[in-house]
């Protein structure tokens, strides 16, 4: 018998080894690096929104945090 598997365009956290579901966007930037109006993003379950977010904040990378389009726990 063989479990079930995510689809290949399933959504994850970005968290290292973390295999959840993603409900949030982080997007961020460094301003050493990037355009000013360029985001990048982290995607992140609800365990490692935090941690992920605050990793970004102390760097001041983080630019704001919104619920990822289409999130099942989240809602429309």
């Not at 598997?5 to 080894?17: H, M, Y």
């Not at 993603?22 to 930037?29: D, G, K, P, S, T």
Request: glycine letters at 8%.
């Amino acid at each position: 018998m063989t479990s079930p598997t995510e689809p290949d365009d399933a959504l994850i956290c970005s968290a290292r080894g973390c295999r959840a579901p993603a409900v949030y966007q982080l997007r961020w930037h460094n301003p050493r690096l990037h355009a000013p109006d360029r985001r990048k993003i982290w995607l992140a379950c609800p365990e490692h929104r935090g941690t992920l977010g605050d990793f970004l904040d102390a760097r001041g990378f983080l630019r704001e945090v919104v619920p990822l389009p289409g999130s099942p726990t989240l809602g429309p």
